[in-house]
Structures are given as C-alpha cells and as structure tokens.
C-alpha cells in the first residue's frame, strides 16, 4: 500500500468575507504527481501556504508523514520534507547562483557544513545548473532563475515538492525543459504538487488534476477527465484556461487511447 504523505482535513481559511479555502480535503502519497488549475484568486497559492506553512488554518488539520504538522511554521515543515517554490523568483542578486542554493539547504533544509555543500551540488546537478554555479544570480536569465528556484527547493531534501507557476512566461522548448527535469525528481520518489496556467505542462507530466474554484476543489481526477468537464470549462470560458490548448490536450489523448487499443 502507498504511504500517504500528505493530508488535508477539512482546512477552511477565511481573510475577512474573501474564502481562500472552504472544508477542504486532500491526501497525496509518497511519489504522486498532482496538478492544480483554476481562474487567477482561486486560492491556489494559499493553498500552496497552508500546506507549506506560510498560512495557518481556521479549522482542520494538516498531516505530514503521519505528524500533525498543523501549529508547525514553514520552517519546521520544511525541515520535515515540504519544499516549495514561489511564482516569482526572488533570487539574493549579490550571491551567486551556488551561494543562494547554500542558504537554502542550510536555513530552510537545516543542513549543516560538508552535508549543506553536498545538497547544494547535487541540487544544481539536477536541475541543470552546476555550470552557472559561480555566476551571480543577477545574471540569471528567466529559465535559469525557474531552475533555480527548483534547485533551492531541492537542497532542503524534500519529499514534497510544491510547484507554483514554474513554467510560467518560458517558451514551449524551455517548458519541456522544465517538464523533464521535474519528471527526474520524482523519478527519485520525491512526490510532486505543481500549480500551473500552462495546461499542457501539467497533462504531460502529472497523473492526477484538480480544479480549485471559490475555495473548493471542483474536479479532481485523470488530467482528460477534468479538463473535459462542463464544470471546470465553464469556469474557465473567458478566463485564464486556453481552450484551443485543452482541445488540443484532449485531442491528443484520444489519439494515445486509440493507439493503445490498436495495438491490443
């Protein structure tokens, strides 16, 4: 049976009237890629921050490897294996690209001398960045600051990792770059929650797609189900899903199925 990491019960937060999350559910297991979608001020990045710690709930209970991890800050959740990234990358300029990944194995992985310097290369190993180790993160270019985000993420040995926005203003050849190098993290066990705008990195990479409108999961399933949904298309008509991308998602299923049963 799959371990479950991690499990939401019944989390409700309210700021004032605005609902960023109403009763809300959910269990992920160790290895599992999951994908998030919704209209922009759905609330996904809260729930980002309820599960990371940032934000505390009003109700219910969040559990991390078996530990009620509820009253716990961002900084003792990390330090029990929840990394996150932010859709923003905010790298410390004046460090170099090495330098910013060391802070974080040591401040938000609480690691320590030769085992920080170890979590640090092998993290830009991952990610692509061991080249551009000495360069001042000032220098980055977009796709470069996305991987390092990842790679600070990484260095705090996570076996959660939450993923906002990453593929977010990167071209298609630079998304499949990013695809392929999160498919490899979790290829290491490393279980995978990716919020994402770009509907066609998360249907090629994650088995798993949940909708988050109004504070409340409204579709949650394989990625062609949800995203085939009257529900969540009606959500998104005029709003921030693509449609023509989603069309061309399910087409392209469809075609996989086809081929699939061909070939029985």
């Known amino acids: 049976m799959t371990e479950k990491l991690l499990e939401l019960d019944s989390v409700t937060k309210r700021f004032g009237r605005v609902v960023i999350a109403e009763d809300l559910s959910l269990t992920v297991s160790a290895g599992d890629t999951v994908g998030i979608v919704g209209p922009n001020g759905a609330g996904k990045t809260s729930l980002f921050g309820l599960i990371s710690g940032d934000l505390s709930p009003d ?18 959740r ?8 932010y859709q923003v990358p905010r790298p ?18 609480g690691l320590r001398r030769k085992a920080s310097y170890a979590a640090a290369a092998e993290s830009l190993e991952r990610t692509g960045m061991a080249g551009e180790a ?11 600051r996305k991987r390092l985000e990842i790679a600070r993420a990484l260095s705090t040995k996570p076996r959660l990792l939450l993923l906002d926005e990453v593929a977010g203003g990167l ?9 392929d190098i999160v498919r490899g993290i979790n290829a290491e066990g490393v279980a995978v929650i990716w919020i994402e705008h770009v509907v066609r990195a998360l249907t090629s990479f994650v088995t798993r797609l949940t909708c988050l409108y109004g504070g409340q999961f409204v579709g949650d399933g394989a990625p062609a189900e949800v995203l085939a949904s009257p529900r969540v298309r009606e959500i998104y008509l005029g709003g921030d899903l693509n449609t023509s991308a989603v069309e061309e998602v399910l087409v392209e299923e469809n075609t996989v199925l086809e081929q699939e049963d061909q070939g029985k």
């Not at 990390?78 to 990234?85: D, K, N």
């Not at 410390?92 to 992985?109: I, K, P, R, Y």
């Not at 071209?171 to 695809?179: I, K, Q, R, S, Y």
């Open 59 to 76: 109700a219910g209970a969040v559990t991390f490897g078996g530990k009620a991890v509820t009253r716990l800050d961002a900084a003792a």
């Open 78 to 85: 990390c330090r029990l294996g929840i990394g996150r990234t």
């Open 92 to 109: 410390f300029a004046d460090m170099t690209v090495f330098e910013n990944v060391l802070v974080a194995a040591q401040q938000g992985g």
């Open 134 to 144: 000495n360069l001042p993160a000032s220098r980055l270019g977009l796709l470069q």
């Open 171 to 179: 071209t298609d050849p630079e998304v499949t770059v990013l695809v």
